[in-house]
């Protein structure tokens, strides 16, 4: 069981070009910046156009489940296809805050062995952080506040985001129940 | 009351070792914290399967376990 190899996984789905742009999101994307927290699965973005459109309009996931099954990965769990002992869970880009996150994802080194360097599409800090504040769950509510507490968001570029979002409300909301005074202000 | 409170231990130490500790975890490399999360997965898998079967219990209070 490893993540590293998980990630390797979906960095060699994208140079069969099963996926075309593709960016780890979610706990594991918050692992860039932060400390470690738990997390069940991994959440990958994708863009829309690496789905197959149902009649009914429905997205399927097909071509990345054919994918994976060729390379011996045909096990699903509730969360997600299993890959290396990770559940992983493949996001559709679902609204312009997403699709926004996905063009400007940063590459990140993967490798720890010393070995020839591997990277991964990772999304930046202020997109980790609109989207948790979309998302609104405590635990998202609390990856918010580690980020502004070890400092690890560009709070410029996290008013634009917002400001573009229209996810300044939600944003003062936070700061009310987080108890902080807003840190935007002077951004 | 101002005097029952100046019995209460001075906490702020331990706090900023807590806070230092987690500005260390955050400065790993990306690889070095994949590593520990599969640590952590691996530590509170135990729990994970024991809520799992709750649940399946729940669901089917009749089922009985097995395995």
Sequence with gaps: MSLQKSIEVVTKLAELGVIRRYAIAGAVAALNYIQPTLTEDLDILVSITDLETHKSGLLLLSPIEKALAQMGYSERSSVGYMVEGWPVQFLPVASPLDEEALDQAIEVDVDFTGAASMKARCLRAEHIVAIALKVGRLKDLARIEAFLSDGRVDLIALKGVLERHLLLEAWKDFCYKAGISNPLSAA | ?67
């Excluded at chain 2, 260390?24 to 799992?52: C, G, S, T, W």
């Design chain 2, 1 to 67: 009351m101002s005097n029952a409170r100046s019995h209460y231990p001075d906490v702020s130490g331990i706090l900023a070792r807590k806070a230092e500790g987690r500005r260390q975890r955050a400065a790993l490399r990306f690889a070095e914290k994949l590593a520990i999360l599969d640590e952590l997965r691996e530590r509170v898998a135990p729990i994970v399967r024991a809520r799992e079967l709750r649940k399946k219990q729940i669901a089917n209070p009749d089922q009985k376990e097995t395995g």
